[in-house]
């Protein structure tokens, strides 16, 4: 990763996971994922399972800091539920809450955060590794060499 001027990468305390759930629905909205899938104690679940994650070793969120103002964020997570529960054997990494302040895009932060996200779930085992992109983002990911995967995708008309 190279060096970006005014920028250092961190990794975040838990205590900092209500900022990380502010960078995460932040993300959310770029995506254009409706505010109705969430419950209305939605933070507070996100804080408990980020929370969770991260004293079990399956979580590491970072954010980039520009002196003391937080500008962006990145967490990686082990892939769980299914079919992660079953291919024990094959770890499988996730990538999500990439999100830089839109006055401080354009400087490289979404690919530093992204890069150090990747290699930590690298340095844990993973083998693969996925996020969902944002139009203007796909760019960054398939310079760093994300490709598009046979994954489709239905929806019920009207949501």
């Avoid at 769980?80 to 839109?102: K, L, N, S």
């Avoid at 693969?128 to 046979?150: K, Q, S, W």
Wanted: proline content about 4%.
């Amino acid at each position: 990763m190279r060096a970006l001027p005014g920028i250092e990468i961190v990794a975040a305390d838990p205590q900092l996971f209500d900022v990380a759930s502010d960078f995460w629905l932040a993300m959310r909205h770029e995506l254009h994922m409706p505010d109705a899938d969430l419950p209305t104690d939605w933070k507070n679940r996100a804080v408990r399972y980020f929370t969770r994650r991260h004293a079990a070793g399956e979580l590491a969120w970072f954010f980039a800091r520009a002196e003391t103002r937080l500008v962006g964020s990145a967490a990686g997570f082990f892939s769980d539920g299914y079919p992660a529960e079953i291919c024990t054997q094959r770890r499988v990494g996730y990538v999500a809450g990439v999100f830089v302040d839109t006055h401080w895009r354009r400087r490289g932060i979404a690919r530093a955060l992204t890069e150090t996200a990747v290699g930590w779930l690298q340095s844990q085992g993973c083998q693969i590794v996925r996020l969902h992109a944002a139009d203007n983002a796909r760019p960054i990911y398939e310079a760093m060499g994300f490709v598009a995967t046979n994954e489709m995708v239905l929806k019920r008309a009207g949501s």
